[in-house]
């Protein structure tokens, strides 16, 4: 993803353009799986703070740019909302949380489960992971 669809897509979500934005965002385009705040400072090289990240990525959760994954790890992890539309509870995919490496997968073949709601609950967000082992560490 190239700086000028980065700012588009940023644009199209009401965030302006900085540069501090577009290297966060850059990182994320390139991750193959949901990251946490400390993964990104190692990929951003530590070219910004964790309090530099960490505003990056409470405004992009605010503005619909990235899902916010609460996988049990005790640290939050982030991913790119797919679609340059405002994403609703039923665009939501599940995760895989594997308890032996560590790592969260996005499983996006399954969508989250509908939850019937008494009246007057409006969700915004659900967040569903399963736990367990992933292939990898199954075969060991």
Known sequence: MGNAEIERLLETKGVRPTSNRILVMKELAKATNPVNLADLEVLLGFTLDKASIFRVLELFAEKDVVHVIED?????????????????????????????CKETYCIESVKVPM???????????????VKGSCPRCSEK
Request: some cysteine.
């Open 115 to 129: 939850v019937e709601l008494p009246e007057g609950f409006t969700p915004h967000a659900v967040n569903y992971v």
């Open 72 to 100: 049990g790890s005790r640290s939050l992890k982030y991913e790119l909302c797919h679609g340059h539309a405002h994403h609703s509870v039923a665009d939501q995919h599940i995760h895989f949380y594997c308890e032996r």
